[in-house]
């Protein structure tokens, strides 16, 4: 998973471990969890994390805010959603406290 080398493995190395809650999700289990129809996670290109030691979350949402390659990220109180985007420039798309 590219998504892993790009964002996720840099931003292990700077805040710790990080703990996957969904990745590559086919078409089927998008629609169960309520996922968009032109969801990132369909391509392998989107993640729902949070860091392993909860103090560490605003220090992962500064890295990944400011990452040159983060397409998009949307977080919650705990956990957060990060994608990129191999097809374009990366829009750098932030909504903090997007999901309540």
């Excluded at 892993?4 to 078409?27: C, K, M, Q, T």
């Excluded at 949402?61 to 990129?84: G, M, P, R, Y």
Aim: hydrophobic fraction near 40%; charge should be positive.
């Amino acid at each position: 998973m590219v998504l892993i080398a790009i964002l996720l493995e840099p931003a292990r190395l700077e805040v710790g471990p990080i703990i996957i809650n969904s990745g590559f999700r086919n078409s089927r289990v998008n629609a169960q969890v309520g996922g968009v129809r032109n969801s990132q996670h369909l391509q392998g290109c989107a993640a729902d994390i949070r860091p392993k030691d909860p103090r560490q979350f605003h220090r992962l949402v500064d890295f990944l805010k400011s990452h040159e390659l983060t397409d998009q990220l949307l977080t919650a109180s705990s956990w957060l959603h990060i994608s990129w985007t191999p097809f374009a420039k990366p829009r750098h798309y932030v909504k903090i406290g997007y999901y309540k």
